[in-house]
């Protein structure tokens, strides 16, 4: 794991569950809530477990007989994966080496660029406290020896979604980068001198790992709980190995 530290953003009084062994997660329609109703984007995220498609053609089947349904031209729409809207969730923020500064004695220190501070404003306008994890490993191992289920922990992969790419003859397409990743599961299948690509129903958590750009500044780290449903935000019990402490973020960004 190249990550130095894992950072928890929020408010303080959330953080102290967090602290005393609560590990809060949420699923993707409240992500998508805190976006529509409280119009906060970047700790919300309506594309949470969906994907704009952007398309030249598009032809519609009826699942069981593959009657063509419809045949449109040029089209973009949002599509939803509905096995993935109820995973649990439970995210952090990922420092990197060059996040740091070696201290004289080799240690290293967090030193996040103005940039950075300023985005984590804008995108947790709530937050007022951090927990600053540096032992980012042991962490994960505390929650893979406590949670009782399958975990999948690792960084968010940004991509193109929500604008696409404009092509050489001005035609917008996807990000093939991105569908390759959720596809990598299943391998292609040639089909009239074309490669068919499916995404595994088993695999629809890696939706989930997978962000617009927009969102890249935030440099998330995820814990998924890939075969678990939560209707709301719900709390694991989770033996930590190491106290780690609450620190008021104007303290910390000082």
């Known amino acids: 794991m190249n990550i130095k530290f894992l950072l928890k953003f929020g408010k303080r009084t959330h953080l102290e569950d967090f602290v005393n062994g609560l590990l809060y997660c949420s699923n993707a329609e409240q992500f998508w809530k805190i976006e529509d109703e409280q119009k906060i984007k ?72 103005e940039e950075k501070k300023a985005k984590i404003r804008e995108h947790f306008p709530n ?77 629809v958590y890696r939706i989930l790992q997978c962000k617009d750009v927009y969102f890249s500044c935030e440099q998330e780290y995820r814990i998924i709980l890939p075969r678990k449903e939560i209707e709301n935000g719900t709390k694991y019990p989770i033996h930590m190995s190491t106290k780690y402490e609450i620190q008021d973020l104007d303290d910390f960004f000082k």
């Open 42 to 113: 970047g700790q919300g995220d309506t594309l949470e477990a969906s994907t704009i498609m952007h398309a030249q053609n598009i032809t519609l089947l009826e699942p069981k007989t593959s009657n063509i349904i419809a045949q449109l031209g040029q089209s973009k729409g949002k599509v939803g994966f509905e096995p993935a809207k109820k995973i649990p969730v439970f995210c952090l923020f990922a420092v990197y080496e060059d996040d740091c500064i070696h201290e004289v004695n080799g240690d290293l220190k967090i030193n996040l660029s």
């Open 127 to 203: 937050a007022d406290a951090v927990v600053v994890i540096p032992n980012p490993e042991t962490f994960i191992h505390d929650v893979e020896n406590s949670i009782g289920c399958e975990i999948v922990a690792d960084s968010i992969r940004y991509f193109n979604i929500e604008d696409g790419f404009i092509t050489n003859d001005g035609q917008i397409a996807m990000d093939m980068e991105y569908s390759m990743y959720l596809c990598q599961d299943t391998p292609p299948v040639k089909e009239n001198g074309k490669n068919r690509y499916s995404f595994n129903a088993a695999y």
